[in-house]
């Protein structure tokens, strides 16, 4: 007996879901280079246009130069630098909690803090459309795991009644496939009407979203009583790499003690952190970059709707546009390819069946000019997929 995994990929190539990895020759922007085409590029989660920031280059390279490389060994072990102790200070301002601890990636964060809280005998409910990683986290925990509508607190409360033990509901605060927003203050109120926690994990939500940066529970006005587990990521909106959890002295310090991903895995080096503490500088103080990506927000929208085309619920950067099915969204990325744009086309099983779509994502890098560009390609390709399929139109 052997893996066939050649029928696997021949299986996936058939189905148009195929993916490859474009090679990316130049540092992150507007205009990149990948697989040897200059391209103006409207697919990267750089929200506030930080990624290549000479200030946070510059900080990143003093902070080579005085703390090495390498993070060298865990945090608990010898590798908790002191520049990973002022990021965290200074997270946990910005999110106005009185703890935050730095992870690797969001991956990690999420599975740590998910199976750190709770475990067999207790329940965490999920929205349905809620990131891999928090699902993964769920079904790994040991918990009884439950998906509940998407963004639905009446679904959310009909599982709630069913929960045994430690309950935690966790859910994106902005979804990274839709562009829309968890509907907080509602989650919130089922959560605690039952003594349950609500987890919010704000990976695409802080740097857009909120008056200084904070993300969606900054947007709602909503404390640490109401979610009590925040979880953000630092290669988006900050320009960097890494995760963090915020949340009460209590969570911080179980998290220390019981999350397998903080405890287990290598520091990221200090220097990074000391890229991160520059970034967060820059996010909190130039609000001209939150400012100018709603205006190409709302420029977007206005353009494409007066293209026909099918927008989602959004006013964040991510404004994806529906296509349904998963070889029509390819041709469309494909045709803007060739005309100098690169838009990445998302399909299943990232995205229910039926439901492919082109993810548009906007910059405070991007002009006003530029968004213009896409929306003229958009004007001349999408007219060349044809008419509209069924599942479109039911989306309309």
Not at 184 to 197: E, F, S, V
Not at 351 to 367: C, E, I, K, Y
């Amino acid at each position: 007996m052997s893996f066939d995994l050649g029928a696997r990929l021949a299986a996936r190539r058939a189905e148009h879901l195929y993916r490859q990895r474009p090679l990316l020759q130049s540092p992150q922007g507007p205009q990149v280079v990948v697989d040897g085409q200059p391209l103006l590029a409207f697919c990267n989660n750089d929200y506030l246009g930080l990624a290549n920031h000479p200030e946070i280059i510059a900080a990143w390279q003093a902070g080579a130069e005085r703390w090495g490389v390498g993070g060298g060994a865990s945090h608990l072990v010898i590798g908790h630098s002191t520049p990973h102790h002022e990021l965290e200070e200074a997270l946990a301002e910005l999110t106005g909690r009185p703890r935050a601890l730095l992870f690797s990636n969001g991956y990690m964060a999420n599975l740590g803090a998910v199976t750190a809280l709770v475990g067999q005998g207790d329940t965490v409910l999920e929205d349905r459309l809620n990131h891999a990683s928090l699902l993964d986290a769920g079904l790994l925990s040991g918990a009884r795991f439950s998906r509940y509508l998407h963004n639905d607190a009446d679904s959310l409360n009909s599982r709630l009644d069913k929960a045994v033990g430690d309950t935690l509901v966790v859910t994106d605060g902005v979804f990274s496939m839709d562009g829309d927003i968890a509907d907080l203050p509602a989650l919130a109120k089922a959560a605690k009407a039952r003594g349950a926690w609500l987890m919010v994990d704000d990976a695409h939500g802080f740097g857009p979203l909120g008056a200084n940066g904070g993300g969606i529970v900054e947007h709602f006005g909503l404390g640490l009583d109401d979610v009590p587990v925040l979880i953000g990521t630092l290669g988006k909106a900050f320009g960097t790499s890494g995760a963090f959890v915020a949340g009460s002295e209590e969570l911080i310090e179980t998290l220390i003690q019981f999350a397998r991903p903080y405890i287990y895995t290598t520091s990221q080096p200090p220097a990074l952190a000391c890229a991160t503490l520059k970034s967060l500088e820059l996010l909190r103080s130039e609000h001209w970059r939150r400012e100018h990506l709603v205006r190409l927000i709302k420029q977007f929208r206005s353009g494409a709707e007066q293209l026909g085309l099918t927008l989602m619920d959004s006013f964040t950067p991510i404004q994806p546009i529906l296509i349904g099915d998963a070889d029509r969204a390819l041709r469309l990325s494909q045709l803007l390819r060739e005309r100098g744009l690169m838009v990445t086309a998302i399909r299943p099983p990232t995205v229910p069946a039926g439901s492919a779509r082109l993810r548009v994502t906007l910059s405070a890098a991007h002009s006003e000019a530029q968004v213009q560009l896409l929306l003229n390609a958009l004007e001349q390709c999408y007219p060349l997929l044809g008419p509209k399929d069924a599942v479109e139109s039911q989306h309309a």
